[in-house]
């Protein structure tokens, strides 16, 4: 059975009025009035699903030790852009620059983006940029995927909270882990897809291009990448998405 398949069967459950399954361990939900009382004096979240904005999220990931990548960087690099945008972009972590300055492709790939972002009449005011993980990997190594997966709840809720007409997904690391699959960026491209999760109530139209880093690497490949971002110039305005 597909993902979408299985979204579509939590749904019709949810909207069957279904919200609870019993488990073997306690559900959350019942806490007790002092348990209630604590959290509400802390101040902090202390679980992703409450969180309601971006700026809750930014504060929630600064605060968590989830992964152990937290210990090795300089600082948390949650996003950059306009969050109103509906366009949103999604690298795979940090950089030496992007740590050092805390904000995401802000390197020689950033300055790639920029331009390829200004060649279909966009810029970092118009889109939403974000990473699937927030902290840079020592030597700037690519993220194992157990490090991927202790924080893709963090990027599958901001998804949520933006949710964005487009997705763009740059590079094979983030186009797998959210598009669950372990095909490679080079199949994945040239395509629609779509993006699910139970916190959306659409899919969003997604899009996998080639890594900017990859692209200052390999530049034989800039041809299919502007093919893809002339589709995406295409879909951003026949949904007239501003």
Request: hydrophobic share 35%; charged share 20%.
């Amino acid at each position: 059975m597909s993902l979408n398949s299985e979204l579509k069967n939590l749904k019709f459950l949810l909207n069957s009025g279904i919200s609870e399954f019993i488990q073997n361990i306690p559900n959350p939900i019942y806490q007790t009035k002092k348990d209630k009382k604590e959290i509400k004096n802390s101040g902090k979240i202390k679980n992703i699903a409450d969180i309601q904005t971006s700026s809750e999220l930014k504060e929630f990931i600064k605060n968590s030790s989830v992964c152990a990548l937290k210990k090795s960087a300089i600082q948390t690099v949650v996003s950059d852009g306009n969050s109103s945008s509906k366009i949103m972009l999604i690298g795979e972590a940090p950089g030496a620059e992007e740590d050092k300055y805390g904000k995401p492709f802000v390197g020689r790939g950033g300055q790639l983006l920029d331009k390829m972002l200004a060649a279909i009449g966009l810029d970092r005011n118009k889109v939403y940029i974000s990473n699937v993980v927030p902290w840079r990997p020592p030597g700037n190594r690519q993220p194992t995927t157990e490090e991927i997966l202790q924080c893709l709840p963090f990027i599958q809720k901001h998804i949520e909270i933006i949710n964005p007409s487009i997705l763009i997904l740059l590079g094979g690391t983030a186009a797998k882990a959210l598009l669950t699959t372990n095909q490679g960026i080079t199949k994945l491209r040239g395509t629609w897809h779509q993006y699910n999760s139970l916190g959306l109530s659409n899919p969003i139209f997604t899009r996998a291009i080639f890594h900017p880093a990859f692209l200052l690497r390999s530049p034989g490949y800039k041809k299919q990448t502007w093919e893809d971002l002339l589709e995406i110039q295409k879909k951003i305005k026949l949904n007239e998405i501003n």
